[in-house]
């Protein structure tokens, strides 16, 4: 079965950045629509954002201006590019399709504090 693996997660202060890396199998990047999601405590997982075949992307408004989502084929990875991070943001990070049609892996954890 598909797997998928989030990395870059961790701890950051208020304004700062990480970027978020999602390994994905085979030609699933260059076929799917893939996006970046977000599950904080106590809550539903949200989308983030996402990005076509073609390399158009969709931000939610939360996070639009600061967050970058953008693929490179050719290592079969997606990346969320984080900037200007706030408290809100703190949440665990799942990458998959639009629409989340393939098994969901561990995530990787981004905290925002002081």
């Known amino acids: 079965q598909v797997q998928l693996v989030e990395s870059g997660g961790g701890l950051v202060q208020p304004g700062g950045s990480l970027r978020l890396s999602c390994a994905v199998p085979?030609?699933?990047?260059?076929?799917?629509?893939m996006a970046w999601y977000r599950q904080a405590d106590g809550k539903q997982r949200e989308l983030v954002a996402h990005i076509t075949t073609d390399g158009s992307t969709a931000y939610v408004d939360s996070v639009k201006g600061r967050f970058t989502i953008f693929k490179n084929s050719a290592k079969n990875t997606v990346y969320l590019q984080m900037s200007s991070l706030k408290s809100e943001d703190t949440a665990v990070y799942y990458c998959?399709?639009?629409?989340?049609?393939?098994?969901w892996g561990q995530g990787t954890q981004v905290t925002v504090s002081s």
């Open positions: 998959n399709t639009f629409g989340g049609a393939l098994r």
């Open positions: 085979g030609s699933i990047a260059r076929i799917y629509v």
